[in-house]
């Protein structure tokens, strides 16, 4: 039985499949660069709309910080936005997604990150710029995402943690 990736086209039946919507599904299973396309249902249910706390840090608020998510010694700076995937960036055809967001960290020590799509094994990249002033205080931090999707972003930090739901 032949594999998916040297399947007859069923609109000709010759040779590999054509179909642009085909094609790409095929793509991400037959080892190519370009990434699965996200179940429409998973994308459906994500909700990446930002809802801050109640109640900030105090350091948090000296800051100048009035909306965050998150917990202990370590937050998510709320955007302007509605949505924490509103100022995502494409980084090109087929070459994924980019977002700048800041955290907040009481501690002294860099946080980890995690960026995992939901509802399947890709998984993203997130880098950290710590400011000239240090830590504790704001950090800069930059996600790239391999595809669109529904992604979770986790931070770590020695207290506590942090995670929003972003939508690419």
Wanted: some cysteine.
């Amino acid at each position: 039985m032949p594999n998916s990736c040297s399947a007859k086209n069923p609109v000709t039946g010759r040779g590999r499949v054509a179909a642009g919507a085909a094609l790409t599904v095929l793509a991400g299973a037959c080892g190519t660069a370009n990434p699965p396309v996200p179940a429409p249902s998973v994308l459906a249910a994500c909700d990446d709309s930002v809802h801050p706390a109640r109640d900030l840090p105090r350091a948090l608020r000296d800051d100048g910080i009035t909306q965050a998510v998150g917990a202990s010694d370590i937050w998510f700076v709320a955007p302007d936005e509605p949505a924490w995937g509103a100022s995502a960036q494409s980084l090109g055809a087929g070459k994924g997604f980019y977002l700048k967001r800041p955290l907040w960290t009481s501690s002294a020590k860099l946080p980890t990150l995690t960026v995992t799509a939901i509802g399947s094994q890709a998984t993203g990249k997130a880098s950290l710029t710590p400011t000239s002033e240090g830590l504790p205080g704001p950090l800069p931090m930059g996600i790239e995402f391999s595809s669109r999707g529904c992604w979770k972003i986790t931070a770590t930090a020695e207290k506590g943690q942090a995670e929003i739901t972003v939508k690419i």
